[in-house]
């Protein structure tokens, strides 16, 4: 009797988890599993839910494959009912026909030897806009290449755009604050350039305020993990009975941080903080956190 597509998606599900180490961990590879989706119960051949990155579908088919990638394409902009986070990647995969003929230990074995399946990635947020790599034909592979694949889609080309709008626009605004302060308290900006080893400017500005915007995405990222990081408190747990940020709370947090390791981001970035005087500091930092909160939206 042939093997049925479902008892080859839960192969193919299974050799995937063992081509990346975070991906054998729970339940972020999953096969012919219904409820994953908000509002439907469409069952998705497989899906990849990793932790801090963009939801993955595969859709995969039998040759001749005639709707794999009319399926593919249909999982654009559909929400994962748990999270709420969108399918901004999907990936339609044609599956030679002999496969069918395995089952058991030799199917598995003939999906991690395969080197011919057919790969097309579909990114977008609904199927309207969808674009598909390669433009035309298929790339040709095996299982290492569809978790290449995978992981290349799950920072989406729409996503990457969007955090980098968010990050020159935060930058931007934070090197226009830091140029108020250069002509009220030149000696500040002084101490910056000679930790940065450049001369002040535009562009060392720049470089300053985006390693500031580095370090509070790190920090958002770190507060609340394990072992000692759990001391580390978040953006919002900082904030005073007004809302607001201070420099002296931003400061003692990245100390703890300093004091567990993470120098070549925390060390350069409290260096630059420091020497940022109080009273202009608050809106500087407000800015920087607000970009920090954007771009970790994005993941």
Do not use: C
């Amino acid at each position: 009797m042939p093997t049925t597509e479902h008892t080859i998606n839960d192969a193919l599900a299974e050799e995937l988890r063992g081509t990346r180490h975070s991906w054998q961990e729970g339940a972020i590879v999953t096969s012919e599993t219904t409820g994953m989706l908000k509002g439907s119960e469409k069952r998705p051949d497989i899906i990849i839910n990793e932790p801090n990155v963009s939801p993955v579908v595969i859709e995969t088919e039998l040759l001749p494959a005639i709707s794999v990638e009319a399926e593919a394409v249909a999982r654009l902009g559909e929400r994962m009912r748990l999270t709420g986070r969108l399918i901004l990647s999907s990936i339609a995969v044609r599956i030679p026909a002999r496969i069918r003929s395995k089952s058991g230990a030799s199917l598995k074995r003939e999906i991690a030897k395969a080197n011919d399946l057919d790969l097309a990635l579909y990114t977008g947020s609904s199927p309207n806009v969808a674009v598909r790599f390669p433009e035309s034909g298929w790339v040709h592979g095996g299982i290492n290449d569809l978790s290449i694949f995978v992981q290349s889609a799950s920072v989406p080309p729409d996503v990457i755009e969007a955090a980098a709008q968010q990050l020159v626009s935060g930058v931007s605004e934070a090197a226009g604050l830091l140029e108020h302060i250069a002509q009220t308290h030149p000696g500040a900006v002084k101490k910056i350039s000679e930790a940065l080893h450049q001369e002040d400017g535009p562009q060392t500005r720049g470089m300053a305020m985006t390693i500031l915007a580095n370090a509070f995405v790190f920090h958002e990222t770190l507060a609340g993990g394990k072992d000692r990081l759990a001391e580390v408190r978040s953006l919002e747990e900082l904030r005073s009975d007004d809302g607001k940020l201070s420099k002296a709370e931003m400061l003692g947090e990245w100390r703890k941080i300093l004091d567990i390791n993470y120098w070549p981001i925390f060390d350069i970035a409290r260096r630059i903080l420091t020497v940022v005087p109080s009273a202009e500091s608050r809106n500087l930092i407000e800015r920087l956190a607000e970009t920090a909160d954007k771009l970790l939206a994005l993941k």
